[in-house]
């Protein structure tokens, strides 16, 4: 027997209600900007993190936080030693 799959209208009002209630994300406070942070990783920082490079850890941390709240951390005036804090920080609200 194979499991009935939820109707597209179920999953997308789900995750909207999710989206409300801030489950699914954590919040992280980095150089005084709050982000919000989604618990399953878009597949674009996944697949930054796969190919690796030089950039890999940057495109991915870019593709977790969006390309607002990206802007919000480099305006704080990030750099590579915040971008490293910032990582950290997330892999510990993840739990890696």
């Given at each position: 027997m194979t499991a009935r799959k939820a109707p597209a209208k179920k999953a997308a009002t789900a995750a909207r209600e999710a989206e409300a209630n801030d489950e699914?994300?954590?919040t992280i406070d980095h150089l005084g900007v709050t982000l919000r942070i989604p618990l399953a990783l878009p597949s674009a920082a996944l697949d930054a993190w796969m190919d690796g490079g030089k950039w890999a850890n940057r495109k991915?941390?870019?593709?977790?936080v969006g390309p607002e709240q990206w802007q919000r951390l480099l305006d704080a005036g990030m750099n590579a030693n915040d971008e490293a804090e910032l990582d950290e920080k997330i892999a510990e609200h993840l739990g890696n």
């Open positions: 699914g994300f954590v991915a941390l870019r593709a977790m």
